[in-house]
């Protein structure tokens, strides 16, 4: 008599893998990749993510004085937002959500333009640099900019390009619709797309484990078609590693890819927050020590390729690039009410022009400029 077979088979597995390269101390944890043996470029990391924190704090002291509007920082961050900056070709499209100043500064941004942007000035989105003309503004929204990504990818396509869009967001987008479409239609049309989920523990006040069920961010991926994986978005030597491979695989027509950068945010969601009403002081004191600007000095101090003195010439260059941005900002002439209307269209409709010159009649509030 035959024996019965079973009645369940395995159809689909996947694993998710982390990488990192440095341990809190800065410590190689495994051989390093090829590109760190040129200690230049391990400064250059080291240098962009000292000038975004001290840009960090001016902002955050302008925002305090009454002198910007709401302010996201992106204090504990640096490390990615350096990554992503450095691993895209000039002629590749960044579509940010917010926090990754380190990218933007380094593909052409300028700090006042920032400072503008969160000054509700129109022009803090009209970026000067080549590089950054391409790429989208801020967006402040949650995930709604995500699937952006696929026109862009797709218009890579029709016109034969090889250029790559990376789109990033943070940990609470991937629990919205938008994100599932994107990675959805992504892998359906094998479009060239790196999407970054920046997981720094918190969606406002709502923590990671109550955000979703799911073991980790990356795995989301999985629902369309994409295989993640994960890195220690603190170990800015493994951020780019692993976001290079990423850009480099989809360039190549190997398809969408998904990287989860685990983080943390040491700052309050924005200037509007207080993060004291909803996680301990425990918990921050112990991120703290994951500072990834930290994690990199002790790196390039253990390589003899970072000293006392170069910190002091960095930390006073990085506070004299902050303070002349931020002196830039306050002295601009704010510009007239109705330029709100001006970059919305090539051509306003007539059924907002009427509202334009209202606006402009009516002139600043309270009839100050």
């Known amino acids: ?9 395995r159809v689909a597995s996947f694993e998710i893998i982390l990488t990192r390269y440095l341990d809190t101390e800065g410590r190689p944890l495994a051989a390093l990749p090829d590109w760190t043996a040129d200690p230049d470029r391990v400064r250059g990391m080291y240098r962009s993510m000292v000038r975004t924190r001290a840009f960090d704090k ?31 070709r000039a002629d590749d499209v960044y579509i940010p959500a917010y926090r990754e100043y380190a990218a933007q500064f380094l593909r ?18 009209d970026y000067a640099a080549d590089a950054a003309r391409q790429d989208y503004p801020l967006s402040v929204p949650i995930a709604t900019h995500v699937p952006h990504a696929i026109g862009v990818a797709y218009a890579f396509r029709l016109r034969k390009q090889d250029r790559v869009v990376l789109a990033s967001c943070g940990d609470g987008a991937t629990s919205k619709g938008d994100f599932y479409e994107a990675v959805s239609s992504a892998k359906v049309w094998n479009l060239p797309i790196v999407f970054l989920v920046t997981n720094n523990q918190w969606a406002i006040s709502l923590p990671r484990a109550q955000q979703t069920g799911a073991q980790t961010l990356a795995q989301k991926g999985i629902a369309g078609g994409i295989i993640g994986q994960q890195v220690d978005g603190n170990d800015a030597i ?18 969408p890819q998904l990287v989860e950068a685990i983080t943390y945010r040491l700052h309050d969601h924005t200037t509007a927050d207080d993060a004291r009403r909803y996680r301990g002081e425990d918990e921050v004191k112990a991120a703290w020590a994951r500072c990834p600007i930290k994690r990199l000095r002790a790196y390039l101090e253990s390589q003899n390729a970072w000293s006392d003195s170069d910190e002091d010439s960095l930390q006073t260059e990085a506070v004299a690039a902050a303070e002349s941005a931020a002196q ?26 009427w509202q334009r010159e209202e606006v402009a009649a009516r002139g600043p509030i309270g009839g100050a400029h």
């Not at 955050?60 to 895209?88: S, W």
């Not at 493994?238 to 398809?255: D, H, M, S, V």
């Not at 002439?333 to 022009?353: G, K, N, Q, V």
Request: aromatic residues 6%.
């Open 58 to 88: 001016k902002a955050v002291a302008l925002q305090r004085t009454g002198q910007l509007g709401t302010y996201a920082a992106c204090l504990g961050q640096e490390a990615v937002g350096t990554a992503v900056g450095m691993a895209l």
């Open 108 to 125: 052409g941004v300028s700090m006042t333009e920032i400072l503008l942007y969160w000054g509700g000035d129109e022009r803090g989105m």
């Open 328 to 353: 830039a900002f306050t002295a601009m002439e704010t510009e007239p009410p109705e330029t709100i209307f001006d970059h919305l269209y090539a051509e306003l409709p007539s059924s907002m022009r």
């Open 238 to 255: 493994a951020t780019y590693e692993i976001l290079n491979q990423a850009i480099a695989a989809a360039r190549a027509g190997e398809g």
């Open 1 to 9: 008599m035959n024996e019965p077979k079973d009645a369940t088979e």
